[in-house]
Structure formats: C-alpha cells, structure tokens
C-alpha cells in the first residue's frame, strides 16, 4: 500500500504489519484471491469514536487485477460487513482517487467536509505517517488532499441517488481533484499564505473547503 501510494504521489497513513494483521484475525477484513490462493486485494475496518464511526481502510487490488471490478466487488463487501458488524455507525472514507469516489457514490456515500467526520484524536493521529500531514495540520484538521465521503445509516440519500449525483458531477469532481492537489500544492510552497486568488465559487468548490 505504501509503495502504490508513493507511485502514484500522494500519501497514505501508513499502519503497522501487527496492526492489519489483528484486523484479519478478527474478521474485520475483506480478502480477494484467486481460486488457486493467489492475492488480489484487500481493505479492512476500523472503527472510532467508540463506534460510532466506521472507517473502510486500505484498499488496494494487485495491479495485474486492476479494472476489472475487483475493488468495486471489494467495498461492496466490506460496506455490508461493516453494517453487519456495526449498524448505527457512521461509514467514512477519504480518498484522492476518482474510482474510489465512484465505488462510494454507488454505495450511497456523499461528499462531506471533514467536520463531519470523526474527531477521534487516534484517527487523525494516523494520518501522522503521511507526507500530507503538515497540510492537514495547517488546515486544522479541516482539508487535506482527501476527499471525505460518508454514509450516515440515519441520513442517507439512496445510492441511485449519489450515483447519479457522481455522474452528473463527475467531471466537476475530476477538476476540483487536480484544482485541490493544485491549490494545496501552492500553499505549500508559499508556506501557508496562499495567493487570495478569488474565482466565483461554485458547490463543489464550498464543499471541498477551498
Ligand atoms: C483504486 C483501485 C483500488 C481500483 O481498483 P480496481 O479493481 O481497478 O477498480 P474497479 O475495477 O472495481 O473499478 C471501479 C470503478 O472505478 C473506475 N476506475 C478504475 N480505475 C480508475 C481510475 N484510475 N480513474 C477513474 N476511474 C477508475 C472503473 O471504471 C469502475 O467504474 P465502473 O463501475 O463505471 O466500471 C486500484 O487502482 C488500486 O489498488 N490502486 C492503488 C491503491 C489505491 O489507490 N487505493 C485507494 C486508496 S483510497
């Protein structure tokens, strides 16, 4: 996961090989391989707020895997098994992929600013291992290059409906992915005082907290 995650540029809070293995042996783990025991993928569940939040991490297909519906197969399952383990939670996830985007709007997830998710201090502490992580911290915790989806049992829109919410946004999602990256990028290098640049300001734009 860390070495994929390199590849690709962006971060990833990284987890001890002690840690995902105890989130197999207690069943809190989706595992893909072949029919003949070869690895395919994987993702895991890790829960916060004493429960009340449900977070599906690590997930990640072998490359010579890709694109052929493994992941989407892959938190399909681990979505039902975090109902299943945890029905009044929360499900959250963060991500700077557009397929991962896809894969939660299919399930029902929206969109959310960072506020809404859980603020358990041992989740963000994660985060610590990333190479992001002085960007969280100069944002208070409030935007990072990830973008936050969430399920709420309680409060949901159907899944057609965020599907179909991903799909007329899609390209929109797509812009503010590489705008966020951009603008982010930019306030790095001028050390957190950005450039007061001010576009109008559309949803998503509010949405994203840029
Ligand atoms: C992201 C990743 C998990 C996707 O796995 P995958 O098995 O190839 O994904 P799927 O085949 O299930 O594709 C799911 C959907 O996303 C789309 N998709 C896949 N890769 C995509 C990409 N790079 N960009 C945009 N869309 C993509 C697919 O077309 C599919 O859409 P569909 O349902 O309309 O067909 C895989 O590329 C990976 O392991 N990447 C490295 C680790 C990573 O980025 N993990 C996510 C961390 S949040």
């Known amino acids: 996961m860390e070495s994929s995650a390199k ?3 962006t971060g990833i809070a990284r987890r ?11 069943g809190k783990a989706v595992i893909a391989v072949t029919t003949s025991g070869e690895w395919v993928g994987f993702c895991y569940i890790e829960n916060w707020s004493h429960g009340e939040y449900v977070a599906n991490s ?9 694109k052929s519906g493994v992941a989407k197969s892959i938190k399909h399952k681990i979505f039902n098994l975090s109902r299943e383990k945890y029905p009044d939670a929360k499900i959250f996830g963060l991500t700077t992929g557009l397929a ?12 959310v600013t960072y506020s809404e998710l859980t603020q358990d201090d041992a989740f963000w502490e994660g985060c610590k291992s990333c190479v992001n992580y002085e960007t969280l911290m100069s944002k208070e915790r409030q935007n990072c290059f990830c973008t936050a989806m969430l399920y709420d049992p309680k409060d949901h ?6 599907k179909e919410f991903f799909e007329k946004n899609k390209k929109g ?7 966020k990256q951009w603008k982010l990028f930019k306030k ?10 001010s576009k109008p300001k559309s949803f998503l734009f509010h949405l994203f907290n840029l």
């Open 58 to 66: 690590g997930l990640i297909v072998a490359p010579a895997y890709r």
């Open 173 to 179: 999602f797509e812009r503010l992915l590489r705008l």
């Open 188 to 197: 790095k290098e001028n050390n957190g005082t950005g450039n007061g640049n």
């Open 100 to 111: 991962v985007m896809k894969i939660n709007s299919d399930l029902g997830y929206e969109p």
């Open 16 to 26: 001890p090989p002690e840690y995902v293995a105890e989130k197999m042996e207690q």
């Open 7 to 9: 590849a690709r540029g």
């Open 157 to 162: 829109y159907k899944p057609e409906e965020t």
